[in-house]
């Protein structure tokens, strides 16, 4: 089933290298970033701080080894906060983590 992601406002940063996601790919746990730092977790946009981030992922990590993450963070989003959501991915043990970009328009 297809699942909308909430309306959070992000204007992702372009790439080249951007690609389509395949229909019958695991859906990853999405960790949202805004412009201020705030983060989000999952289809509900649950708010989080970096701590109860951390603790959710190796909860959910425990239960689905194979499980992925992607990080939809602002291009204004400051960077070490980005950091903090790959670190606590790593803490987690989450062996795929990749980052939503957008086409750059040709």
């Known amino acids: 089933t297809f699942k909308q992601q909430p309306a959070l406002r992000l204007a992702l940063p372009e790439s080249t290298q951007a690609m389509k996601t395949g229909a019958n790919e695991m859906t990853p746990l999405v960790v949202s970033v805004d412009a201020q730092g ?24 425990g239960k689905n080894p194979e499980m992925k993450m992607a990080i939809s963070a602002d291009k204004a989003a400051p960077f070490g906060q980005i950091v903090k959501v790959m670190d606590a991915a790593k803490d987690a043990k989450v062996k795929f983590v990749s980052a939503y970009t957008k086409e750059v328009a040709k």
């Open 38 to 61: 705030n983060l989000r977790l999952g289809a509900d946009a649950t708010p989080v701080t970096v701590d109860r981030l951390r603790s959710e992922l190796v909860s959910r990590a």
